[in-house]
């Protein structure tokens, strides 16, 4: 059954109106008809089933029928990285997403090459992920900001695990295990530098941030991108959902 | 400094023939000119320094100079995976590269929509992945085979977490943290299944073996290479080389 992130309310009875695209997808994609099966979420509301009701070649509605499941609780890990090129950029998006983060913040660090990433570009593609990978939310995309801007604003309680390539940071599953109570109630976010790795100053500044977790992952160089999927895997597996059975498709932390 | 995967013995003094690609990402790519330095690895002696002692168009020869690090044991951790298309398949031996798997394994399961997949090509993305990250060795690159020839010659005392995506498998880290010490010292394999999932009777001879533990990844849906990499990380992480602090560049399990 085709499934669709729609921006409408959701609830018995409800007509809900389709965009171009997922006309498309759905008329010439997926070959679907009046009548035939869907199922919606907005992230607020749950996923509901519904019915194709109209169906033409950009535009369509939804007839919502039934409730399939409550919205929940989601993990709050927020993934903050240097922005990467176009194709690394979209991937993590994509795989980030899958893992599930709440929210993903582009931004500029000193030896950042990229100046901008494309808020609109990273939604779609946040979006046809989540649809895929049964997430009953969409991460927010924060807007492209520098390193200054993003730890002037950080909210004071969210802690930080920090992709850290120096020497003294801590084995990841070992940091990881040894989080106090407070530490693993509290919100948390994945941080990783660009390419050319973090600027010294910006090392010290985090590094000195009782908020701050530095991990070293393994004795290899692993790409941007790489790092922030697997600190995210790691953070899911050993203080995330991923600690519950996947039958509990609504897990709360 | 740049660094290149050869075939050749290295050894102080040793004159080292470049492939007509090297010499052509020396030169052109990278601008190197004879007397610059570069790195070399060959799976088998460590790394040495060396300067480039000739360079042509599509030739050229680096004269050996010292070791820099010792040949060490490195993570003995196979990912067997069902055949995705060309762009996962590319993305997932380049990530598991760095993340550090010994072997790939690509194979056809029942629900396998994809018929083959290219050694030479994989191979060739393997080697640039394991010169961009430091590794000492690239992992080796199995022929394409169908699921019940994998199983047929698989090795008795190699085990196999086993990406899992029905309810009853056990939260990755619970199952990673309570292995015991011979299934902590034994070889392992993380296996996953294809984009359509597993098949039943797939799943029922996997199941049924003491030497496969099945795992989840949380209540979403991840896509293969997603749930691939995030396996290969928690392994790592947990009983694999992540375990120990960069500063060991050569680690051991």
Redesign the interface.
């Known amino acids: 059954v085709a499934r669709l992130f729609v921006e409408s309310a959701l609830s018995e009875g409800a007509a809900v109106p389709l965009t171009g695209d997922q006309a498309h997808y759905l008329g010439r994609v997926m070959r679907r008809a009046p009548g035939d099966p869907v199922r919606l979420f907005n992230g607020r509301d749950g996923e509901w089933l519904g019915r194709v009701a109209a169906l033409r070649k950009s535009a369509g509605e939804v007839r919502v029928e039934a409730c399939a499941r409550p919205q929940g609780a989601e993990p709050d890990l927020w993934l903050v990285f240097a922005a990467l090129k176009r194709g690394p950029t979209d991937?993590l998006v994509e795989?980030a997403t899958?893992?599930?983060v709440s929210v993903l913040w582009p931004m500029a660090t000193r030896r950042t090459v990229v100046e901008r990433t494309k808020a609109e570009r990273l939604r779609a593609i946040a979006i046809e992920a989540s649809e895929?990978?049964?997430?009953l939310t969409v991460p927010e995309i924060r807007p492209f900001a520098s390193f200054d801007e993003v730890m002037a604003r950080w909210p004071a309680d969210r802690r930080i695990l920090l992709c850290d390539?120096?020497?003294?940071?801590?084995?990841?599953?070992?940091a990881l295990a040894r989080l106090d109570g407070p530490a693993r109630a509290a919100p948390w976010a994945v941080m990783t530098g660009p390419e050319g790795g973090w600027d010294p100053s910006e090392l010290d500044l985090l590094r000195n941030r009782p908020i701050v977790t530095p991990v070293?992952?393994?004795?290899?160089?692993?790409?941007a991108e790489?790092a922030a999927?697997?600190a995210l895997?790691?953070w899911?597996?050993?203080a995330?959902?991923?600690?519950?059975?996947?039958?509990?498709?609504?897990?709360s932390r």
């Open positions: 991937f795989k899958e893992i599930g895929q990978c049964d997430r390539e120096q020497r003294e940071a801590a084995p990841i599953a070992e070293a992952l393994g004795p290899r160089l692993l790409r790489t999927l697997a895997s790691c899911q597996a050993q995330g959902d991923w600690r519950s059975p996947r039958s509990d498709s609504v897990p």
